[in-house]
């Protein structure tokens, strides 16, 4: 799950799977369905049994490639894929190819997320490229001012 992006289907079947623990049958008889199933994968902290949903959880994992590429680019892995897919720039703002390893395109697909979160210090200001990069805070963003 943390090399590469799941499919959908095999998403659902593995959320099938654990739902029909919970709520499937047993010696004929159907099972009690104490929670929904939304509820069920909320936090322990907000009434739910804090079961993870495989799709969110794939994405966590793939975002979390990301981070490490970001933190240790002299990593062989980090090397690697900076050499093939974005020797010039970042992952963060690199594109995929169409013809991308699988492997690069679920690192892709988790670096969405990681976007969503991460933020950005400017520091001395010389790696600020001001035409194209996105330092306007956005309404539904993480990246808006502190009140």
């Not at 049958?25 to 949903?53: I, P, Q, S, T, Y």
Request: charged fraction near 20%; hydrophobic fraction near 40%; include cysteine.
């Amino acid at each position: 799950m943390s090399c590469f992006q799941l499919p959908k289907k095999m998403c659902q079947n593995l959320t099938s799977i654990l739902s029909n623990f919970w709520w499937g049958a047993a010696n004929g008889e159907r099972k009690v369905h104490w929670l929904a199933w939304h509820k069920m994968c909320k936090a322990k902290k907000e009434g739910g049994m804090g079961f993870r949903d495989p799709k969110a959880f794939n994405q966590a994992l793939l975002a979390k490639q990301v981070w490490r590429i970001l933190l240790y680019p002299s990593s062989l892995g980090a090397r690697v894929l900076k050499a093939r897919y974005f020797p010039e720039g970042s992952i963060m703002n690199t594109t995929c190819p169409s013809r991308g390893s699988l492997t690069f395109r679920s690192i892709i697909h988790g670096r969405e997320l990681l976007r969503e979160g991460v933020v950005w210090r400017i520091g001395d200001g010389t790696t600020v490229n001001v035409h194209h990069d996105s330092w306007i805070p956005r309404q539904g963003s993480l990246k808006t001012l502190a009140q």
